[in-house]
């Protein structure tokens, strides 16, 4: 029902900036939220962050909270992570996902399993 494309991704210098993004196409009305998640080698997926569709209040993990900022363009079913002040342990594969589960807390959906839809994830890498 939900196709995501992320890009954006690269190779910057530690203290750098990149800008991710992430296309969705398909029943997108039935999206609740969309999150930001990463995975290190050896590592499980973390949560980064998350927006709801509706309201748009965004919520961070705490690693990322003051760097990152996630943001949606619902004309363009495009949803951003801008993230600054990058660290080498920012390194991972980046990946978007949908949820189309409701959940009235919002930190409901920091854990992977309220998603639906992945994408196909964007290497960032951050070189010291």
């Known amino acids: 029902q939900v196709q995501l494309v992320e890009s954006g991704g690269g190779l910057v210098q530690a203290g750098g900036s990149l800008r991710l993004s992430c296309a969705a196409s398909?029943?997108?009305?039935?999206?609740?939220?969309v999150g930001w998640f990463r995975q290190a080698p050896g590592n499980v997926r973390e949560f980064v962050a998350t927006?709801?569709?509706?309201?748009?209040?965004?919520y961070y993990s705490d690693s990322v909270k003051g760097r990152f900022t996630i943001s949606r363009d619902n004309a363009k079913n495009t949803v951003y992570l801008q993230m600054n002040s990058l660290k080498p342990e920012d390194t991972a594969v980046y990946y978007c996902?949908?949820?189309?589960?409701?959940?009235?807390?919002?930190?409901?959906?920091?854990?992977?399993?309220?998603?639906?839809?992945w994408g196909q994830g964007t290497q960032v890498t951050v070189s010291s």
């Open positions: 996902a949908t949820s189309l589960e409701y959940a009235s807390n919002i930190d409901a959906y920091t854990g992977a399993t309220m998603y639906n839809y």
């Open positions: 398909g029943r997108t009305a039935n999206i609740y939220a």
């Open positions: 927006i709801r569709s509706i309201g748009g209040r965004p």
